[in-house]
C-alpha cells in the first residue's frame, strides 16, 4: 500500500487512442484485450502484495478482483477516454477505480444479508471462500482503495477531484448503493415499468455513466469548445447501454446457465424478484433491450468515427442475448 500509481503497465495502447476509422471486428477484439491486461495489471499493482499484512484479508481482496470478469466498465472508460484522446495512465487509474468499486458491490451483494448467492465468475463467492466478516471486510477496503487509486492519478488535481466526486455520487446512496436498497426492499412486490427503470438506473445504471463520464473527464485538454455536445452524446450512450445491459442481465437470469454466465441463474424469479422478463415478457425484454442498444448508438452519432469503440461496446452488450 502506499505506492503511486505506475505509468509502467506494459501494453501499447497508443494504437486505440489514434483509431478514428472504423473499428473492424479483429481490432475490436485486440483491443478488449489489452484493455483488460491493462486492468488486470493495474489492479495488481494497485492491491496489496501477499504477505502484506494481514494477509488473509489482502488474500481475499486478491481473490475478488483479479482473474475473472467481463471488465465492462474498464472497457467503458478507456472507451470513452479515446474519444477524447485521453492517456493511457489516466484512463488505467480510473478504470482499476471502477472495477475496484464494482467488485465490492459484487462481494456485498453476494453476502447471505442480501442476495446470498455461493458462485461468482465462475468460482465460490468471497464469504464461501473465505468467512463473512472476512466478506464485509474485502469490500469496505476495496471501496477506500478505489478512491486512494484515483487519488494518485496522473492528472491534475482539478481533474482527479471531478473524478472523485463522479465515482463517490455513483456509488452512492442516490446510485449503485440507493439502487441495491429498492431492489432489497422490492422482493415480492410488482413495480410499474418506471419504479423498475429507476431502480437499475441506480443499481446498474450509475456505474455505467460514471465509466463512460470519467473517461471523458480523462482528457488532456478539459473545457475546449464542444463538450457540452460530447457530454450529451457520451450521457445518451451511457444510460441507453446501461439499462439495456441490465435488462440483458435479466433475460440471461432465464435463458442461460451458470457454467455460461459464472453465477447461479433463476435466482431472480425464485426470489420473487422484479424484472423486465417478469414485468414484460422475454420477447418484450429483448426488443427493449434492442431498442436501447439503438438509442445508444444513435446519441453517439454527432461524434463520427470517434465513437466507434463505444458503438462496438454497445453491440457487445446487446450480442450475449442472441
Not at 495489471?41 to 496489496?48: P, R, S
Not at 455520487?169 to 429498492?182: N, P, T, W
Amino acid at each position: 500500500m502506499g505506492q503511486t500509481f505506475s505509468a509502467a503497465i506494459p501494453v501499447s495502447f497508443e494504437p486505440a487512442i489514434k483509431t478514428t476509422l472504423a473499428i473492424e471486428d479483429t481490432d475490436f477484439s485486440n483491443w478488449m484485450t489489452s484493455i483488460r491486461i491493462r486492468t488486470e495489471d493495474a489492479l495488481d499493482f494497485n492491491l496489496a502484495a501477499p504477505g502484506v499484512v494481514p494477509d488473509r484479508l489482502h488474500q481475499a481482496m486478491r481473490y475478488a478482483a483479479l482473474g475473472g470478469g467481463k471488465r465492462i466498465r474498464p472497457l467503458l472508460c478507456h472507451a470513452a477516454g479515446a474519444v477524447v484522446g485521453a492517456a493511457p495512465e489516466a484512463l488505467d487509474a480510473a478504470a482499476v477505480a471502477l472495477e475496484m468499486i464494482h467488485v465490492y458491490s459484487l462481494v456485498h451483494d453476494d453476502m447471505p444479508a442480501m442476495d446470498n448467492d455461493v458462485l461468482r465468475r465462475g468460482k465460490p463467492t468471497v464469504h464461501v471462500r473465505y468467512d463473512e466478516a472476512t466478506a464485509m471486510l474485502v469490500g469496505d477496503a476495496l471501496q477506500s482503495q478505489a478512491f486512494a487509486t484515483l487519488s494518485d492519478a496522473p492528472l491534475p488535481a482539478q481533474q482527479r477531484i471531478a473524478l472523485v466526486r463522479e465515482l463517490a455520487q455513483a456509488a452512492g446512496s442516490l446510485g449503485m448503493a440507493g439502487g441495491q436498497e429498492i431492489d432489497l426492499m422490492s422482493v415480492g412486490a410488482r413495480l410499474s415499468r418506471a419504479e423498475l427503470e429507476q431502480m437499475h438506473r441506480m443499481k446498474t445504471g450509475a456505474m455505467f455513466l460514471a465509466a463512460v463520464r470519467m473517461g471523458a473527464l480523462c482528457s488532456v485538454s478539459p473545457g475546449h469548445d464542444g463538450d457540452r455536445l460530447l457530454h450529451k452524446a457520451l450521457d445518451g450512450y451511457a444510460r441507453a447501454v446501461g439499462l439495456a445491459f441490465q435488462v440483458v442481465d435479466d433475460i440471461l437470469d432465464v435463458t442461460s446457465d451458470a457454467a455460461t454466465l459464472g453465477k447461479t441463474t433463476g435466482k431472480d424469479q425464485q426470489a420473487g424478484k422484479p424484472t423486465y422478463v417478469s414485468l414484460l415478457g422475454l420477447p418484450a425484454a429483448r426488443a427493449l433491450a434492442q431498442q436501447l442498444h439503438d438509442n445508444g448508438r444513435a446519441a453517439l452519432e454527432p461524434l463520427g468515427s470517434r465513437a466507434g469503440l463505444l458503438n462496438k461496446l454497445a453491440d457487445l452488450v446487446i450480442e450475449r442475448v442472441y
